[in-house]
């Protein structure tokens, strides 16, 4: 396994992979550049066939192995997205594929997995688990390990995606990439050195696994357990990439996960594009950092587009919440026949749906005479709900907004 490569060998790699994965959009964002105070452009990596853009780096390591070594077969460790990315190119080559994947590893992509081809292994309630694990049976069986990012090869094929991204929009001044293991932004940072030297790249962590921005910053920083992002949950970054980023890479950024959360709300909304949470860490990076890209040219790349469905539904109702759309109320009312009537009309003229109604009569501490009524109400804007909330009041139904 090569340990370096260059902007040659991502040339290369733009070759091999012409007609093997999508040259997917690279499109100007007209409202999210108005909202964000810069010019955004998308790079839909989530339109892959596996909505990834691990299948480049996977298909030009596949492609450079021996006839002997496809033979024997690869195995890859991997939470979700490079598992996909080298079970559909291993099985449109006909190469034996072992995937071993963490327990925890969303069953979204744990199917999708299975359905191309793969024999997928559940193993560790950790990715370190896994990795072990996957790297013993590689060695007993003689097995290629592809690596999701600490590999040239990798790398390289990554890389792709900034090439495609200048040559179909020639005004980018500045590329914001999310980091894992680095091997996407390190492929992006040699391309970008080479075309376009005075482009700035910015490399985008989830706060709860910061490991690359503590070594470029050289200031430790506990990971966490858990995140929305969990493409990008790496402990550690890469031998091969953490000296590129280095060089090239301008900063490492943190996003928060209500950022995250938000910006995946905003794509959805607004470009009525899927993502998941690592995928969005570029558009989170640019809520919080403002001031940094104010009047800039920003490439942003949407690694990846596959999320669970009940997490984006959780997702989409806590933004609702946070945006004045859904709001929980509390009624005090009278406990007399046609009082919840009375309630049910008023809301509806004061503009509100009701989307859940909760009557309470024993967990309260209002007197026998008296009812407690919770209440969820569609509705278009925190503004809104303080007027339902006045006119609620003005009727002689005292109110307040919960939780």
Same mark, same amino acid.
Request: aromatic fraction near 4%.
């Given at each position: 396994?090569?340990?370096?490569?260059s902007?040659?060998?991502?040339?290369?790699a733009?070759?091999?992979?012409?007609?093997?994965?999508?040259?997917?959009?690279?499109?100007h964002?007209?409202?999210?550049?108005?909202?964000?105070g810069?010019?955004?452009?998308?790079?839909?990596?989530?339109?892959q066939f596996?909505?990834?853009?691990?299948?480049?780096?996977a298909?030009?390591?596949l492609?450079?192995?021996?006839?002997?070594?496809r033979?024997?077969?690869?195995?890859?460790?991997s939470?979700?997205?490079?598992?996909?990315?080298?079970?559909?190119?291993?099985?449109r080559?006909?190469?034996?594929?072992t995937?071993?994947?963490?327990?925890f590893?969303?069953?979204?992509?744990?199917?999708?997995?299975?359905?191309f081809?793969?024999?997928?292994?559940?193993?560790?309630?950790t990715?370190?688990d896994?990795r072990?694990?996957?790297?013993?049976?590689?060695? *007993? =069986?003689?097995? +290629?390990?592809?690596?999701?990012?600490? &590999?040239?090869?990798?790398?390289? !094929?990554?890389? %792709?995606? $900034?090439?495609?991204?200048?040559?179909?929009?020639?005004?980018?001044d500045?590329?914001?990439?999310?980091?894992?293991g680095g091997?996407?932004?390190?492929?992006?940072?040699?391309?970008?050195?080479?075309?376009?030297?005075?482009?700035?790249?910015?490399g985008?962590?989830? *706060? =709860?696994?910061? +490991?690359?921005?503590?070594?470029?910053h &050289?200031?430790?920083?506990?990971? !966490?357990?858990? %995140?929305? $992002?969990?493409?990008?949950?790496?402990?550690?970054?890469?031998?091969?990439?953490?000296?590129?980023?280095?060089?090239?890479?301008?900063?490492?950024?943190?996003?928060?996960?209500?950022?995250?959360?938000?910006?995946?709300?905003?794509?959805?909304e607004?470009?009525?594009?899927v993502?998941?949470?690592?995928g969005?860490?570029?558009?989170?990076?640019?809520?919080r950092?403002?001031?940094?890209?104010a009047g800039?040219?920003?490439?942003v790349v949407?690694?990846g587009?596959?999320?669970?469905?009940?997490?984006?539904?959780?997702?989409?109702?806590?933004?609702?919440?946070?945006?004045?759309?859904?709001?929980?109320?509390?009624?005090?009312l009278r406990?007399?026949?046609?009082?919840?009537?009375?309630v049910?009309?008023?809301?509806?003229?004061?503009?509100?749906n009701?989307?859940?109604?909760?009557?309470?009569?024993?967990?309260?501490?209002?007197?026998?005479?008296?009812?407690?009524?919770?209440?969820?109400?569609?509705t278009?804007?925190?503004?809104?709900?303080?007027?339902i909330?006045?006119?609620?009041?003005?009727h002689?139904c005292?109110a307040?907004?919960?939780?």
């Amino acid at each position: 396994m090569s340990t370096t490569f260059s902007f040659a060998d991502i040339q290369t790699a733009a070759d091999r992979l012409r007609g093997e994965v999508l040259d997917t959009p690279c499109l100007h964002s007209r409202t999210l550049s108005a909202l964000l105070g810069c010019e955004v452009y998308l790079k839909f990596e989530n339109l892959q066939f596996t909505a990834s853009f691990k299948e480049r780096g996977a298909f030009n390591k596949l492609a450079q192995l021996s006839a002997e070594e496809r033979a024997a077969g690869v195995l890859a460790v991997s939470a979700g997205n490079h598992a996909q990315g080298v079970a559909y190119h291993a099985q449109r080559m006909g190469i034996p594929a072992t995937i071993v994947m963490p327990r925890f590893a969303p069953a979204v992509k744990v199917d999708n997995t299975r359905r191309f081809g793969a024999t997928v292994l559940l193993h560790g309630e950790t990715f370190d688990d896994a990795r072990a694990h996957g790297l013993a049976l590689a060695a *007993e =069986r003689g097995l +290629t390990v592809v690596h999701p990012f600490d &590999d040239a090869a990798i790398a390289a !094929g990554q890389g %792709t995606v $900034a090439l495609e991204m200048f040559a179909a929009q020639s005004r980018i001044d500045t590329l914001v990439v999310p980091v894992g293991g680095g091997g996407l932004i390190a492929g992006m940072a040699t391309a970008a050195a080479a075309l376009r030297p005075g482009c700035r790249v910015y490399g985008v962590q989830t *706060e =709860r696994f910061p +490991t690359t921005w503590s070594a470029v910053h &050289d200031t430790p920083r506990p990971s !966490g357990s858990a %995140t929305i $992002a969990d493409g990008i949950a790496v402990k550690a970054p890469g031998v091969v990439t953490l000296p590129v980023i280095k060089q090239h890479v301008a900063d490492v950024l943190l996003a928060s996960e209500g950022d995250i959360e938000q910006a995946i709300l905003m794509l959805l909304e607004i470009e009525k594009t899927v993502v998941e949470g690592a995928g969005a860490v570029g558009i989170a990076a640019l809520l919080r950092h403002r001031d940094l890209f104010a009047g800039r040219h920003v490439g942003v790349v949407l690694s990846g587009g596959n999320i669970q469905p009940l997490v984006l539904a959780g997702i989409v109702e806590r933004g609702m919440v946070r945006s004045g759309r859904l709001a929980r109320l509390r009624l005090d009312l009278r406990d007399v026949p046609g009082a919840l009537a009375d309630v049910a009309r008023l809301l509806g003229e004061l503009g509100a749906n009701i989307d859940e109604l909760q009557h309470q009569r024993a967990f309260t501490a209002l007197s026998l005479e008296r009812v407690q009524v919770e209440v969820v109400l569609q509705t278009r804007d925190a503004a809104h709900i303080a007027q339902i909330i006045d006119g609620l009041r003005a009727h002689g139904c005292p109110a307040e907004q919960v939780g």
